[in-house]
């Protein structure tokens, strides 16, 4: 539950950056702002951030509600790993250029 609230603080937090358009704050060796204004940090659109962000709310959401079944929350997890593996194969492409 405490790893899904920091996700859920993690997406909010960059899919606010991105409509505030504001620079990110950025606590690695730097890059965080290409990664955040690439052509890949956008599906059809919508920032990669909000997808990651509504797909951690549903999986906590799920949890609350159905109680944890583990079926659910297995299938909505796999979701999150797919989005966060985008994120991660995005972050990767727009820093080699």
């Known amino acids: 539950m405490i790893a899904m609230f920091c996700l859920i603080g993690i997406g909010g937090y960059l899919t606010y950056v991105h409509y505030a358009d504001l620079r990110v704050l950025c606590v690695s060796s730097g890059g965080c702002e290409t990664v955040q204004s ?3 940090s956008n599906l059809d659109g919508v920032p990669v ?3 990651g962000l509504a797909c951690y709310i549903a999986i906590l959401l799920t949890l609350a509600i159905r109680g944890g079944q583990l079926e659910m929350v ?3 997890s796999s979701g999150a790993i797919a989005v966060a593996s985008y994120i991660c194969s995005t972050a990767d ?3 080699r250029g």
Do not use: Q
Request: charged residues 10%.
């Open 38 to 40: 690439s052509r890949y």
């Open 49 to 51: 951030a909000m997808l």
């Open 74 to 76: 297995s299938a909505m």
């Open 93 to 95: 492409l727009s820093h």
